[in-house]
């Protein structure tokens, strides 16, 4: 952590509450000077930090933005977002994730950014994603798992980011297989999940997030006014994203940590609960195959399982599905 981090994680840990600048500094093994120019620069970065004397510093409120520094305080996690790389303007996050993860980056390391100019969806399809309203970010994560499992990873992190909403927001989300938070009809989130691989050996996987979380109306494009909605536009009332991403971060290590350790169960029985493609009536195009028929759940191993009109299962590993 550097000094800023230090800092926040202090106001972090006081919330409401003065800290002196004797205190900063001994917390931040530097002067008392130096800590009074970070504080500066948090305000620049655009923190309202108090300053009285005698009393010393208390923070009066954080700005809505993305960085390294206002992830990592308030952080309860051992790895997940711990490691954050924060950009404004990027094309995609994915690739620098496959960058970061090449070039040894630990697991749970996040790369985000404010805008995508070019962000991306499955099979080459674009991602919407405009400054500031959405939390766009690349996971890495280095599981030893046997390479047919690796789309589980997609189920888990659904599965975590629709708690993570339920829990901040209290929004009934509903998860479509395999990679859609629903919010009524609408989709609120997108996940994509690449994978870097020899032979049978998953070297890590970069798992995109893209979450609609501030967005108004206006934000969306013609062609995603009806499909899309947003957790503002859903709940009425604008979420700090930093908070988000903490809670997410948490989740997800938990499920994560559950699932090395005793397999997909839990999971499972979370994603069919929320499911938003159980029950119902679907299309399934695969690269070799369409399909009608009902989606009746998941297997042991979380691939899709639909039967058709003559009773029979079939089993779709990874395909599009309509409704
Ligand atoms: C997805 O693809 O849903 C995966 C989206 C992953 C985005 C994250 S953001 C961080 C990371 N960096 C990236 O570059 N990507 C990841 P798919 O299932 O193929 O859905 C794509 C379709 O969703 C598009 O064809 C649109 O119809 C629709 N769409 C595009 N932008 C949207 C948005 N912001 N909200 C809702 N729907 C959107």
């Known amino acids: 952590m550097n000094i800023k981090q230090v800092i926040l994680k202090a106001f972090h840990d006081h919330p409401g509450r003065f800290i002196s600048g004797e205190e900063l500094s001994q917390t931040c093994g530097c002067s ?157 989130c997108g996940i994509l999940t690449e994978l870097n691989a020899e032979s049978d050996r998953v070297n890590y996987l970069v798992i995109g997030i893209g979450l609609n979380a501030n967005s108004v109306a206006e934000d969306f494009p013609e062609e995603l006014a009806r499909i899309a909605t947003s957790l503002r536009i859903e709940s009425g009332e604008p979420i700090k994203r930093a908070r988000f991403i903490q809670q997410f971060c948490r989740i997800f290590e938990e499920e994560y940590d559950h699932y090395l350790a005793h397999g997909f169960a839990r999971a499972k029985a979370e994603w069919e609960k929320h499911s938003y493609t159980i029950g119902r009536w679907v299309n399934v195009q695969t690269i070799s195959q369409r399909l009608e028929g009902r989606a009746v759940g998941l297997d042991e191993e979380g691939v899709l399982m639909v039967e058709d009109q003559d009773g029979a299962i079939h089993k779709v590993y990874s395909a599009d599905v309509n409704y």
Not at 52 to 80: C, F, H, N, Q
Not at 93 to 98: F, G, K, R, Y
């Open 32 to 188: 008392r000077t130096a800590v009074w120019k970070h504080i500066e620069e948090l305000r620049k970065d655009g923190y309202e930090v108090e300053a009285v004397r005698k009393s010393g510093y208390r923070l009066l409120g954080a700005p809505d933005r993305l960085s390294a520094a206002e992830i990592t305080a308030g952080l309860d996690t051992d790895r997940m977002g711990q490691h954050v790389i924060a950009h404004d303007e990027v094309v995609s996050t994915q690739p620098l994730a496959h960058e970061a993860a090449a070039r040894g980056a630990k697991e749970g390391t996040l790369v985000l950014a404010e805008l995508q100019t070019g962000g991306k969806g499955r099979l080459g399809r674009p991602w919407h994603s405009p400054k500031g309203t959405g939390i766009w970010m690349s996971l890495i994560i280095r599981p030893a798992i046997p390479l047919p499992k690796t789309p589980q990873m997609t189920l888990l992190t659904a599965v975590s980011v629709a708690r993570a909403i339920r829990e901040e927001t209290g929004l009934p989300v509903k998860i479509k297989w395999p990679n859609d938070i629903f919010i009524g009809d609408k989709k609120v």
